[in-house]
C-alpha cells in the first residue's frame, strides 16, 4: 500500500535568541541547554525527533553558539549559525537555513514536548495550537470551515492559539522564502517574526491549525514558570547569580520574586527581584546587588 503524505525531510530547531525574559539563568547559558526533570531541553526535543525517524536535524545557533558544539558528536546533528540574533528577530534565523527549507519541523529549542508529536510523514503544512480560556496575549489561530487558518489576531479571548512547532511542506517553503529574503533586506523588518510575515500571505499559503492538549507542549517564558513544572527550581536553579542573592541577602532562592531582566547596549545587564516585599536590582558585570 503507498503511504500518503509528505515525508519529513529534516527539522529545524531555533535556538538562536537570547531568551532575556529567562533571566538570569540565560545570562549564564541559552535556555535550550537547560536542564528539565533531568533531560537538557535540546536534548530531549532531539531525542524525539531521532526516534520518530525525521533523518535530519539542524540546530541553528546564535547567542553563546560554541555551548551546542557538543550535541554534532553526541547526536549527529549539523549546526548552522544565525549570526544576526542580537539585531534581528527570528525570521532571520530562517534566512540562513533557507537552503534547507523542504518537508520541515520548524521547532522552538525551548520547547518540552510531554508526548513526542513529531513523525516521519506528514499530511500537509500545519502550526501547533492550543487552547486558552479566558483572556491572552498570544497569537490567536482562527480557521475556515476546513480547519485551514484563515486569520490570526495577536489577543483575544477563549481561543486556540499559537504554541509549539510547525510543519512546512516543500511547496510551502518555496512559497515562503522569497518573502523571508525580502524582509532579511529591509532594515525597517528586522523586527518581524516570520509569522508575521507568513501572516501577510496566508491567503496564499494553506496551513491548518493541529490542536493539542494542553499539557502535552510545555513552554516556560521565565523562571517562575518552570519552578512551576520542575520544583527542583525553587531552590536549586545552579545559577551562579542566584546563589549570589541567597547569600548576600540570607535567603532562599524561592524567596526570589518578580525577576525582571534589565536591558543593556549588549543584550541583558542584570536582573531586578524582589525578596521579602523588597526590591533590589544586580547588575551582571559588575556583581553589583543594591535596593532599588
Known amino acids: 500500500m503507498t503511504r500518503t503524505g509528505y515525508k519529513t525531510d529534516n527539522a529545524i530547531i531555533m535556538a538562536a535568541g537570547m531568551a532575556t525574559r529567562f533571566a538570569p539563568l540565560s545570562y549564564e547559558k541559552p535556555k535550550a541547554l537547560i536542564e528539565v526533570r533531568g533531560e537538557v531541553l535540546i536534548e530531549r526535543q532531539i531525542r524525539q525527533l531521532i526516534e520518530a525517524g525525521v533523518p535530519q536535524i539542524i540546530v541553528a545557533a546564535g547567542y553563546k553558539k560554541e555551548l551546542f558544539g557538543y550535541l554534532t558528536d553526541k547526536y549527529g546533528v549539523m549546526l548552522v549559525e544565525n549570526p544576526d540574533y542580537r539585531t534581528r528577530n527570528n525570521h532571520s534565523t530562517l534566512y540562513h537555513v533557507r537552503d534547507y527549507l523542504k518537508n520541515s519541523y520548524i521547532c522552538c529549542s525551548d520547547n518540552y514536548y510531554t508526548e513526542n508529536p513529531f513523525k516521519d510523514r506528514e499530511d500537509e503544512a500545519y502550526y501547533a495550537a492550543v487552547y486558552e480560556e479566558g483572556q491572552t496575549d498570544e497569537w490567536c489561530l482562527y480557521t475556515d470551515e476546513k480547519g485551514y487558518i484563515n486569520h490570526v489576531q495577536i489577543g ?137
Open 156 to 292: 483575544g479571548s477563549d481561543a486556540w492559539v499559537m504554541h509549539g512547532h510547525t510543519f512546512f511542506t516543500e511547496g510551502f517553503s518555496k512559497q515562503l522564502i522569497p518573502y523571508i529574503e525580502e524582509a532579511y533586506h529591509k532594515e525597517e523588518d528586522a523586527g518581524l517574526y516570520w509569522e508575521e510575515i507568513y501572516m501577510e500571505h496566508l491567503s496564499e499559503m494553506r496551513m491548518r491549525r493541529r490542536e493539542y492538549d494542553v499539557d502535552v507542549i510545555q513552554e516556560f517564558d521565565c523562571l517562575e514558570d518552570l519552578r512551576k513544572f520542575d520544583d527542583t527550581y525553587l531552590n536549586h536553579s545552579g545559577s551562579w547569580v542566584m546563589e549570589r542573592i541567597c547569600r548576600e541577602l540570607k535567603c532562599r532562592e524561592k524567596d526570589i520574586v518578580g525577576i525582571k531582566p534589565v536591558e543593556g547596549n549588549d543584550g541583558a545587564a542584570g536582573i531586578t527581584f524582589s525578596v521579602f516585599n523588597r526590591r533590589y536590582a544586580f547588575d551582571y558585570a559588575r556583581k553589583y546587588l543594591g535596593e532599588c
